[in-house]
């Protein structure tokens, strides 16, 4: 594609490095934002301005916050004792629309992946376990994706926690609510079994 | 199950091909570079979604064109007013399978609805080849009859990719050991299990295998498949301990079942530097056709048999029990392709069933 306007060319580059965005795409975002209100676009830019400038993670849990404190940790009604680590602030978001978690969380930042560099360096797990020792927690909930790396850095965390006065769990995996056994993958069955809970009446 | 209709269009070589099967023995004969392989990798495809030589779909469509199909009447040999047409296509980049005019939602849910073990002349690789080769084969044999295996393979491989980066990043320091045992606890349980079920699948599949060599060679010669693992001695767990050092100076990880071979051998000493041509062929017909026979019994299927260039290198008396090993009760439709209309068909006319000769190009 050539352009006949240095501008349209550079946003267009600039749109295309974009997740899922090809150029034809790209352009045709181009084309829409040149149809807009000057006042709009002006709005656009400055929101995706302020995501780098004024966006803070949360001192406590490394949730994405408008302020150094997020609005989980700053709730004196959710339970202190209790962390739930995650990978990253999406899976939080996840877990916080369930409505079925009260305490707060601990956001790790990624998993550890030494294909893509990352190390236990990366992720925010020295200072989780700084806050089990200072802050009296008397669980933490593992709430991992159930894959090679999400296992690892499970693994590796339990070794971090385990000389520390803390119950660890992790989340259940298993048959889908809704699911029917039929349609289960093998692997999700066999471990549904092996981990079967007590029915009670 | 049989195909009764195969019908090719800018396939590899094929501008445009139709050709009746019937449910036992077809023959596919004509000279070099007719097309008749090409043939044979069209029902490979149909059934497995690729071809057995090339991963590159692209690669399979006629020079100069833009797509390709390969078209099949799948027949049912109780009801045989019931037939099935499944249409392969690659178009664009894109790979579709069409089931009576339906396409899949996967093409992975297809596979598995015909079953095939085909025989090349390239498997001579199996025995001369290195290591890849023979586990390539036992994976994917394994993996047909046993999801959970294909599940512990691939956790087993990407653990010890991670592995194996961790080795190297950490290259020349201290290793942190908490780091390296969250990998090993990760890929000790597949480990195991991979072990476990290649050890007992080799063991049902050695007096399978030993029973058709000797159909088919007919002399007292003697041959044996020896899995060899280091996991056989030591766990998984020791295993690494024992090679902890030597992972760290590698920077990799050197031990475990993705090291694991398969020795054959013949009359004692390895087949790969002790077995005449003729030898090595019959040895991987009767391996591929002890993996027909296992799907059979394992899973109640027969698969078709797809033999390219079946008599080249195996002596006359060989071919002839071939014949009538593959014609015996049990098997299921066969195409053969070869060179020379008369061989085959004087192999042939000594067997009662009924066959189908077509001569392809
Ligand atoms: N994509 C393609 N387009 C056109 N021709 C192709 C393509 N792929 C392969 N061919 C050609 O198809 C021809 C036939 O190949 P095939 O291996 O089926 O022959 P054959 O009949 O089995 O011969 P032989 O008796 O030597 O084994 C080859 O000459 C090959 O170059
Ligand atoms: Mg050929
Ligand atoms: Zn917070």
Redesign the interface.
């Known amino acids: 594609m050539e352009f006949s306007s240095k501008i349209v060319s550079d946003a267009v580059e600039a749109l295309s490095g974009f997740p899922g965005i090809g150029r034809r795409t790209a352009l045709r975002l181009v084309m829409y934002l040149l149809n807009r209100p000057e006042m709009e676009v002006a709005k656009l830019a400055e929101s995706l301005i302020k995501l780098k400038t004024d966006l803070h993670l949360c001192t406590f849990c490394g949730n994405v916050s408008d302020a150094r404190v997020c609005d989980i940790c700053n709730n004196s009604s959710r339970s202190n004792g209790i962390l739930c680590v995650v990978e990253d602030f999406s899976d939080l978001m996840a877990i916080e629309s369930t409505r079925q978690f009260s305490g707060r969380y601990h956001v790790l930042g990624g998993l550890?992946?030494?294909?893509d560099?990352v190390?236990?360096d990366d992720l925010s797990i020295s200072s989780l376990v700084q806050r089990v020792e200072n802050e009296s927690i008397t669980e933490v909930v593992m709430a991992l994706s159930a894959t090679?790396?999400g296992?690892?850095?499970l693994?590796?965390i339990g070794?971090?926690l385990k000389s520390l006065p803390v119950k660890m769990s992790c989340i259940a995996r298993g048959i889908s609510v809704g699911g029917e056994i039929e349609y289960a993958?093998?692997?999700t069955l066999?471990r549904s079994i092996l981990q079967r809970t007590e029915y009670n009446l | 199950m049989h195909i009764s209709k195969l019908q090719l269009f800018n396939f590899k070589n094929h501008e445009s091909l139709n050709l009746e099967l019937i449910p036992g023995v077809n023959i596919l004969t004509g000279n070099n570079g007719v097309g008749k392989t090409n043939c044979l990798d069209a029902v490979h495809c149909l059934s497995n979604g690729k071809s057995y030589f090339t991963s590159l779909d692209s690669q399979l469509i006629k020079h100069g064109q833009d797509f390709f199909t390969i078209k099949a009447a799948v027949g049912n040999a109780i009801d045989t007013q019931d037939t099935t047409e499944i249409l392969l296509q690659f178009d664009k980049g894109k790979k579709t399978i069409k089931k009576n005019g339906k396409n899949y939602p996967r093409l992975s849910d297809h596979i598995g609805f015909i079953q095939t073990v085909m025989i090349t002349p390239y498997d001579i690789e199996l025995v001369l080849g290195n290591s890849d080769e023979r586990r390539r084969f036992m994976d994917l044999l394994i993996s047909q009859l046993n999801t959970e295996y294909l599940h512990h393979l691939m956790v087993y491989r990407k653990a010890v990719e991670q592995r194996n980066s961790l080795l190297k990043a950490w290259s020349g320091r201290n290793m942190d050991d908490d780091l390296l045992e969250s990998f090993d606890q990760k890929l000790i349980p597949s480990a195991t299990l991979i072990h476990q079920i290649r050890y007992s699948i080799t063991q049902e599949i050695i007096p399978i295998f030993k029973r058709i060599y000797a159909a088919l060679a007919s002399t007292d010669e003697l041959v044996e498949i020896n899995y060899s693992s280091p996991l056989h001695e030591n766990a998984m767990q020791d295993l690494l301990k024992l090679n902890r050092s030597n992972d760290l100076f590698a920077e990799r990880t050197t031990a475990g079942p993705h090291k694991d071979d398969w020795v054959f051998e013949l009359q004692g000493n390895p087949l790969r530097k002790f077995g005449s041509q003729g030898q090595i062929k019959s040895f991987v017909i009767a391996l591929k056709i002890a993996q027909y026979r296992f799907f059979q019994e394992k899973l109640g299927k027969t698969p078709i048999l797809l033999l390219d260039d079946i008599f080249e290198k195996i002596d006359e008396s060989r071919a002839q029990r071939l014949m009538e090993l593959v014609e015996s009760e049990g098997f299921g439709q066969i195409l053969i392709t070869d060179t020379h209309p008369e061989r085959v068909e004087k192999h042939l006319s000594q067997l009662n069933g009924e066959h189908n000769h077509r001569s392809v190009g």
């Open positions: 550890i992946s030494p294909m560099g190390g236990p090679i790396e296992d690892t850095t693994f590796y070794k971090k993958d093998e692997v066999g």
